[in-house]
Nanobody, 120 residues
C-alpha cells in the first residue's frame, strides 16, 4: 500500500517562499510509469494541479504558476518537494501530494493534505 505524507509550515508570511515535502512509503518514486504531483484546493475552489515530477525526473508545471514554482525530488529519501515563491494570501489552500498513474491517467494515491495559510 502506497502512502504519501505532506509536511511543511502551516503559516507563511506574504512574499516568503513556501516549501513542502511529500514522503512516500510503500512504493518508489522512481518506479516506471508513475509521476508525483502537487495539487491544491483553495477555500471554496476546486482542485488545482500545480506541478509534476516523473519517475525519470522530468518536471512539468501549471503555466499559471510556473514562474513561482519548483518541484524536485530526493530519491535517497523517497521524497519529492515543492517550492512556491512570493506567496500571497491567494495561495492559502490545502496542499496535497498525489501519485499520478500515467498508464491509466488517474491519481491513485493521495496524501491527507496539509493546510497552508499565508498571512502576516
Amino acid at each position: 500500500q502506497v502512502q504519501l505524507q505532506e509536511s511543511g509550515p502551516g503559516l507563511v508570511k506574504p512574499s516568503q517562499t513556501l516549501s513542502l515535502t511529500c514522503t512516500v512509503s510503500g512504493g518508489s518514486i522512481t518506479a516506471s510509469y508513475y509521476a508525483w504531483s502537487w495539487i491544491r484546493q483553495s477555500p471554496g475552489q476546486g482542485l488545482e494541479w500545480m506541478a509534476r515530477i516523473t519517475y525519470g525526473g522530468n518536471t512539468y508545471y501549471n503555466p499559471s504558476l510556473k514562474s513561482r514554482t519548483s518541484i524536485s525530488r530526493d530519491t535517497s529519501k523517497n521524497q519529492f518537494s515543492l517550492q512556491l515563491n512570493s506567496v500571497t494570501p491567494e495561495d492559502t489552500a490545502v496542499y496535497y501530494c498525489a501519485r499520478d498513474d500515467r498508464l491509466h491517467l488517474k491519481y491513485d494515491y493521495w496524501g491527507q493534505g496539509t493546510q497552508v495559510t499565508v498571512s502576516s
